[in-house]
């Protein structure tokens, strides 16, 4: 019973040391010491807490959890619209390789007939 009593212990001073080494324990009292000096106190000591640790309050929470609701279905609209101009470049290009344009048409036909002009069947 006695080493269990001093396992428990030494895990708790480990726990404490850990706290303290990770400037938990000092964040912790300089928050609770603020709070004790509010000469009027905050109707949420929680929320008074968390503000003065750097997090956002709960409304804040909210609205950001809002906000990036609606950024990710913006972004999943945009990622959907680029995938199909994608698809639609795909299908330009591949259309494009088998129907040569006009222009290349008019310039093949100008070659070839440059080439027969300066090379004239033997006949």
């Known amino acids: 019973m006695m080493r269990f009593k001093e396992e428990k ?3 708790k001073e ?9 400037g938990v324990l ?3 009292t ?11 106190k905050p109707s949420s000591a929680l929320e008074f807490i968390q503000q003065k640790l750097g997090g956002p309050s709960v409304s ?9 609701s609606d950024l990710q279905i913006k ?5 959907a619209k680029h995938q199909e101009t994608l698809r639609e ?9 088998r129907n040569p344009s006009k ?3 008019d310039r093949e036909a100008i070659e070839d007939e440059h080439t027969t002009l300066a090379n004239p069947p033997h006949h």
């Open 9 to 11: 212990e030494a895990k």
């Open 14 to 22: 480990a726990f404490r040391k850990y706290l303290e080494s990770s």
């Open 26 to 28: 000092d964040s912790l």
């Open 30 to 40: 300089k928050v609770l010491v603020a709070l004790y000096e509010q000469n009027d």
């Open 60 to 68: 804040e929470y909210e609205k950001l959890q809002a906000e990036k």
């Open 75 to 79: 972004y999943n609209e945009l990622l």
């Open 89 to 97: 470049l795909d299908g330009m290009k591949s259309l494009h390789s």
């Open 103 to 105: 222009e290349e048409e």
